[in-house]
């Protein structure tokens, strides 16, 4: 039997990445103390990897496909494809970014000033690729955690940390000067899985429900009633991906519309529906939009 090698990013990225999964149609569950998690698929079987070493993993041809965050592909310059791009994380849908970090009273505004400063950062190469770039010589120096608080207790003039709203940062007293980096999940296969047509195949799989899952967490299905006098009015304030469903029901006076819209325009949207004569709007979440 074919069978794809999927890694699944352990650590942060983890549950969240197990959810996304469940959303789009396959139960992945981990096991205690165990680096292979089982799956509702006999075309899959799993490992647990690092995001860090996920690209290695992939480029050696050890998996044949992951995830991981495109950070981690920059900072190894691992030899993969990315087949799409997974915008999710642990805590919200959006994308976290690299940044450059001081304390309030540091002299340093810009990365030019970090001229001869020590940056600690988990980010190493990437960052001294960076500073290389343009022109600055610094001590960029590896990380094991606590990255901030090197800053704060005057191991390091700056850090290069990832945030997604900066929150924390601020709570630590610190001052982001600029971003390095704009990152998120990505799914990458190597070469060889992409040049075989069954892997390739599973592979667009496994992408289309994962972005579709996602996509999915976006929308949601209006549906209503409405008299057809009201059924103009109605439809006009409908947006949708074609155009709205609309069928009459046993009552032939009466419409039923259904239709997709953006999630964030619906507490705006049911009011003036209201308004212009639907009735028994529901609201409904969906798994996936393709």
Not at 47 to 69: F, H, K, N, P
Not at 211 to 239: G, I
Not at 245 to 252: E, F, M, P, S, Y
Request: aromatic share 4%.
């Amino acid at each position: 039997m074919n069978q794809l090698k999927l890694g699944i990013p352990k650590g942060s990225l983890e549950s969240a990445t197990l959810d996304l999964f469940a959303q789009a149609g396959w139960t992945i569950r981990s096991r205690s103390r165990n680096y292979f998690p089982s799956i509702d698929d006999d075309e899959i079987t799993c490992s647990l990897v690092r995001s860090q070493e996920m690209g290695r993993y992939v480029a050696s041809r050890t998996m044949d496909v992951g995830l991981c965050g495109i950070d981690w592909i920059k900072e190894t310059q691992a030899d993969v494809e990315v087949v799409c791009d997974l915008i999710y994380s642990k805590a919200s849908d959006q994308a976290a970014r690299w940044v450059l970090v001081v304390e309030q009273d540091s002299p340093v505004q810009k990365v030019e000033d970090l001229e001869g400063k020590v940056v600690s950062t988990e980010l190493v190469d990437y960052t001294k690729r960076y500073l290389e770039e343009r022109g600055v010589n610094a001590t960029v120096e590896f990380s094991w955690g606590a990255t901030e608080a090197k800053v704060i207790e005057g191991l390091a003039d700056a850090a290069v940390e990832i945030t997604e709203t900066g929150t924390t940062i601020k709570a630590h007293g610190l001052r982001i000067v600029c971003d390095l980096l704009h990152t998120h999940t990505v799914l990458v296969a190597n070469k060889e899985a992409l040049a075989d047509p069954w892997k390739k195949a599973k592979i667009d799989q496994i992408a289309l429900m994962l972005q579709s899952a996602l996509a999915a967490r976006h929308k949601v299905l209006l549906k209503m009633n409405a008299p057809n006098q009201a059924l103009e009015a109605v439809t006009k304030l409908l947006p949708s991906l074609h155009a709205p469903t609309v069928n009459h029901l046993t009552d032939q006076a009466w419409v039923a519309i259904e239709t997709v819209v953006e999630r964030r325009e619906v507490r705006n949207l049911i009011p003036k529906l209201r308004t212009a004569g639907a009735e028994g709007i529901l609201e409904l979440d969906l798994k996936n939009v393709s």
